[in-house]
Nanobody, 119 residues
Framework: QVQLVESGGDLVQAGGSLRLSCAAS????????MGWYRQVPGKQRELVASISSDISTYSAPVKGRFTISRDFAKNTVYLQMNNLKPDDTGIYYC??????????????WGRGTQVIVSS
């Protein structure tokens, strides 16, 4: 069974740090592009950071503050969030997308973890 399980969300003061984790299971994710998305009420889910092989990308608001990484041995993706700002508040979702051995695309989501940054 394919599963992405996020953890690490919390209430934190502005300027603080959090590390989110996404534990992936149920298939081989070594070639997947793993991403973290943020959603706030009334807005679309937006990409925060993604990692594919050794290439990482970040949205402009988090560049220099957030770091995405992955541990292939643990099938886990992390998002280190430093110098948090109130605008970082939202539900953070883990995503895995790619193609299987038959070139069939897949796109999986976790259930999210809540991050609240107080001013």
């Amino acid at each position: 069974q394919v599963q992405l399980v996020e953890s690490g969300g919390d209430l934190v003061q502005a300027g603080g740090s959090l590390r989110l984790s996404c534990a992936a299971s149920g298939r081989d994710y070594r070639t997947a592009t793993m991403g973290w998305y943020r959603q706030v009420p009334g807005k679309q889910r937006e990409l925060v950071a993604s990692i594919s092989s050794d290439i990482s990308t970040y949205s402009a608001p988090v560049k220099g503050r957030f770091t995405i990484s992955r541990d292939f041995a643990k099938n886990t993706v992390y998002l280190q969030m430093n110098n948090l700002k109130p605008d970082d508040t939202g539900i953070y979702y883990c995503n895995a997308r790619g193609r299987d051995s038959g070139w069939t695309p897949y796109d999986y989501w976790g259930r999210g973890t809540q991050v609240i940054v107080s001013s």
